[in-house]
């Protein structure tokens, strides 16, 4: 049976493979070490990011980090 995107981010957590550099109210930067990849994360403007081939808001990396990070969008 295939992963899904949902359970690569937890297992990804899981395996500690995000570290999380920058939390603020309307920034983060983060980093989730892949499958033979380092790949980084974003958060600005409203915007989440990651530098993964998928490209999609809804990647395991992202999936990963906004799990474990609250953003106060009332203040951006």
Do not use: N
């Not at 395996?15 to 999380?20: K, N």
């Not at 990011?49 to 395991?60: D, E, Q, Y």
């Amino acid at each position: 049976m295939k992963e899904t995107s949902t359970d690569k981010a937890c297992r990804y957590l899981l395996e500690g493979r995000l570290t999380v550099t920058l939390v603020a109210p309307t920034t983060v930067q983060a980093t989730t070490r892949g499958d033979g990849h380092f790949w980084h994360q974003h958060y600005a403007a409203g915007e989440w990011s990651c530098t993964c081939p998928a490209r999609r808001p809804s990647c395991c990396h992202l999936q990963a980090v906004r799990r474990v990070v609250a953003i106060d969008l009332e203040a951006s």
